[in-house]
Nanobody
Framework: QVQLVESGGGLVQAGGSLRLSCSASGLIFSTYSVAWFRQAPGKERDFVAA???????WYADSVEGRFTISRDNTKNTVYLQMNSLKPDDTATYYC?????????????????WGQGTQVTVSS
């Protein structure tokens, strides 16, 4: 079955950087669009970034210029490089995958989800 496993979360000071990884199995990774979402306590799950099969990218306004999504199809892995982190970036980060390239920011359009990795940014 399809599995997505995130890693790389942790505690970092404001202004610091982290790189999240999401390793996929059970699917032909190169044929999937992938994305990162995040959810803070008591809030809805929000779109962060997406990357299509053809390498088109989309970012939430709040992370544009600070975060970069990328993928390595040879390793079945998607990454999220997060720079200039802010306390407001504190959340559980989830990777997601789907075969369609439409609606990249829509949570309910994704078929597969990881279990999440916690990112905490201290002020």
């Amino acid at each position: 079955q399809v599995q997505l496993v995130e890693s790389g979360g942790g505690l970092v000071q404001a202004g610091g950087s982290l790189r999240l990884s999401c390793s996929a199995s059970g699917l032909i990774f190169s044929t999937y669009s992938v994305a990162w979402f995040r959810q803070a306590p008591g809030k809805e799950r929000d779109f962060v970034a997406a990357l299509s099969r053809s390498s088109s990218t989309w970012y939430a306004d709040s992370v544009e210029g600070r975060f970069t999504i990328s993928r390595d199809n040879t390793k079945n892995t998607v990454y999220l490089q997060m720079n200039s982190l802010k306390p407001d970036d504190t959340a559980t980060y989830y990777c997601a995958a789907k075969t369609s390239g439409s609606s990249p920011s829509q949570t309910n359009s994704y078929s597969y989800w990881g279990q999440g990795t916690q990112v905490t940014v201290s002020s």
